[in-house]
């Protein structure tokens, strides 16, 4: 189950904590910030994302994963409201799944994907921490396929190593695929059994408004991601309130 904690930073315009799938990441939002002539935009924000290791300097798995999360922010956030402006993104990987403690860059023998629904899921939670305005919400999942072509949810990341291919997808609020990353062999009647699983586990619902039974099953054991990060946001809301609340 996903651990969430909105507004962990004080010093930050937008912060998040996202626990999940092994790993917890934690990000900050900055912006909209006075940007270098450069990198200037004349009808949109631009947008930064920073995905940081824990210890020692980011390599190229880095960059790969700052790219793909840059790209679907690019698609989420409102830029046109503020042109010519830098919103920041920096994500703050603290504990990998690989033995459940702080560690540096991410491991060399490990898939490039395995980090990536955290790192998804906590740049949204930060954004929405903010004022900055958004097209649209999302929320992100990995799913793993054994040799045995059973789908894992949850895979350890000895399962991740034995997996013959593994898939991060991502649904926007509007229900449309908004980021799709796999990795390994895979058949496309896999594909197509990855896709329904991980919209039923996102939004709680498969392709064609329908769930199987497996997908129900599935989905008493675990909580939907759309209403957890619904949850977290209305806690937030009513926290914040609260003076009000009580003032009356």
Known sequence: ?????????????????????????????????????????????????????????????????????????????????????????????????????????????????????????????????????????YTATMIAVSPRNELMFDASAQDLRLASSIHVLAFSSKGDLLVIESEGDFSMDIWEEVHGKAKAICQGREEGGSDSEDTSMDLEESVILEDTLKDAVRSKIQKEMRWKNDST
């Open 1 to 137: 189950m996903a651990d969430i904690t909105l507004s962990s930073l004080h010093r930050a315009d937008g912060s998040a904590t996202y626990s999940g799938h092994g790993y917890t990441v934690l990000a900050a939002v900055n912006g909209p910030i006075e940007v270098q002539r450069r990198d200037e935009l004349p009808e949109e924000a631009a947008v930064d994302v920073a995905v940081r290791p824990a210890a020692g300097a980011g390599g190229i798995r880095e960059r790969h994963l700052e790219s793909i999360v840059q790209n679907t922010l690019h698609h989420v956030i409102l830029g046109a409201a503020h042109p010519r402006t830098l919103i920041q993104i920096t994500l703050q990987v603290t504990k990998s799944q690989e033995n459940g403690s702080v560690v540096g860059a991410l491991s060399q023998a490990g898939s490039n994907l395995s980090v990536l629904p955290a790192l998804l899921q906590a740049s949204i939670l930060a954004l929405l921490s903010t004022s900055i305005p958004l097209l649209m919400t």
